[in-house]
């Protein structure tokens, strides 16, 4: 389990239940929307390196592709668990799956810890520090 500082987590979660990325709204349900911002928000936010296709990326650089990918499927994702299994998984093209990286060096898998998030937002019981 990964915490987060609760600076970090309120502004996440302040502007995930406020704002939904007008992007991609409409094509989800409104609580589908605010999970989705709020997982994307959740990476973009981080200290991890996002990795993909075998390259680094920063958490900033991974958060503006899975929007992008986002935008690009359309209608075609309409839950937060298709978000995660059909964009934040693993390269469309390549079809590696995304890994992120801690400061310690430990690889996690982009799809795995973005559903353990889910969960725990879903409960309204993630760590704050």
Do not use: C
Not at 59 to 67: L, P, S, V, Y
């Amino acid at each position: 389990m990964f915490l987060m500082s609760a600076e970090i987590y309120d502004s996440i979660a302040s502007e995930a239940t406020l704002v939904s990325d007008a992007s991609f709204q409409g094509k989800a349900d409104s609580t589908a929307n605010e999970e989705i911002d709020f997982l994307i928000r959740m990476i973009g936010n981080s200290n991890f390196t996002f990795i993909r296709n075998g390259k680094d990326y920063t958490a900033k650089e991974g958060a503006a592709h899975m929007r992008e990918k986002l935008r690009s499927a359309g209608y075609r994702v309409k839950t937060s668990e298709e978000f995660i299994e059909k964009i934040a998984t693993r390269s469309s093209l390549s079809g590696e799956p995304y890994i992120l990286k801690t400061p310690e060096g430990k690889k996690i898998s982009t799809g795995h810890w973005l559903t353990e998030m889910l969960v725990e937002y879903r409960s309204s019981k993630v760590k704050i520090l």
